[in-house]
């Protein structure tokens, strides 16, 4: 039997929001596997056991960019390895001018991005002397190039952790800056119904399955359960079927038809996302480094 450590517990917990003593059950149950035990809490104790897409894992800076004709436009993640770095000028100033070049010299991936010329110098140059500077990795994760339908407006929150470029097509600039800013706080996974991967949708359809079959009812009422709860699930995470978050009686589809417009296509960007952040046991690193002291003192004391 695996063992179950108080720190899986910590993290289950903290993806989950679930009940200490429920996330040790599920653990065990999933013998340690925190995926699966995700999923068995969520199971038992419906979707608000699952709150781990706006978690950061990671530092670093979105940035985004956009023409002047609002055409033409980018959006890249660089990352820090501490939210100290994040918050250099030198290194916000990096990052934008990068997101820039990605718009004009659209690279086909990050390794053809990292040889254009910025500045008199290739950017993995630029890079690797920015690393000099200020003593930490910095990387170049991913990024985005888009070409408009219609007009691209960007919105980055949060010291720019979350950054969003979307494509409206019709209405106004005010439309489409609320369309970028309700992208960054409702997080859709993509902009309809048709869009989601049938992967997700088959996990989604699991996990309701196996909801519902705890309930007893008869076969006919389960599977309308089923249904029920994964249109509701693919309500809450497409752009078109989400409630706009300055008006949640008005979901973002009749938003976009009252002003005449469309959402041809949107970025996403969270900083970290996906990434495993590094958690240092501060203590336990105060303590190695008193026993290292200790032990080349007590050679020193040793006669020769």
């Known amino acids: 039997m695996a063992e179950i450590t108080a720190g899986m517990v910590r993290e289950l917990r903290e993806k989950t929001d679930a009940p200490m003593m429920e996330c040790k059950k599920a653990l065990t149950e999933a013998a340690g596997d925190l995926g699966k035990a995700e999923e068995?809490?969520?199971?038992?104790?419906?979707?608000?056991?699952?709150?781990?897409?706006?978690?950061?894992?990671?530092?670093?800076?979105?940035?985004?960019?956009?023409?002047?004709?609002?055409?033409?436009g980018a959006i890249i993640?660089?990352?820090s390895e501490t939210d100290f770095v994040a918050k250099n000028e030198e290194f916000r100033a990096f990052a934008d001018?990068?997101?820039?070049?990605?718009?004009?010299?659209?690279?086909?991936?990050?390794?053809?991005?990292?040889?254009?010329?910025?500045?008199?110098a290739t950017v993995e140059e630029r890079r690797k002397s920015l690393v000099g500077k200020i003593g930490e990795n910095v990387s170049l994760r991913r990024f985005q190039r888009r070409e408009a339908k219609g007009r691209l407006a960007s919105y980055v929150h949060g010291g720019s952790k979350i950054g969003v470029l979307v494509d409206v097509v019709g209405g106004d600039d005010a439309l489409a800056k609320d369309i970028a800013m309700h992208v960054a706080a409702s997080k859709p996974l993509a902009l309809s119904r048709d869009e989601v991967s049938p992967e997700i949708v088959q996990k989604e359809r699991d996990i309701a399955a196996a909801k519902a079959a705890e309930s007893g009812k008869p076969a006919n009422i389960v599977e309308k359960m089923v249904e029920g709860a994964v249109s509701k699930f693919l309500k809450d995470v497409t752009l078109l079927g989400q409630p706009f978050v300055k008006n949640d009686k008005q979901t973002i589809a009749d938003l976009l038809k009252s002003k005449g417009?469309?959402?041809?296509?949107f970025s996403l960007?969270?900083?970290?996302?996906?990434?495993?952040?590094?958690?240092?046991?501060?203590?336990?690193?105060?303590m190695a480094q008193v026993g290292q002291a200790g032990s080349k003192s007590e050679k020193s004391a040793q006669p020769s």
Request: proline share 1%.
């Open 269 to 286: 960007y969270v900083v970290g996302e996906g990434i495993e952040k590094r958690k240092d046991d501060f203590a336990a690193e105060v």
């Open 77 to 79: 993640e660089v990352n």
């Open 40 to 72: 068995i809490l969520r199971i038992k104790l419906g979707n608000k056991a699952s709150k781990a897409a706006g978690r950061v894992a990671a530092e670093g800076v979105v940035a985004a960019y956009i023409a002047g004709d609002g055409k033409l």
């Open 261 to 265: 417009a469309s959402v041809a296509a």
């Open 97 to 120: 001018a990068v997101a820039r070049l990605v718009a004009n010299s659209n690279p086909v991936d990050v390794t053809a991005l990292s040889q254009l010329a910025l500045d008199g």
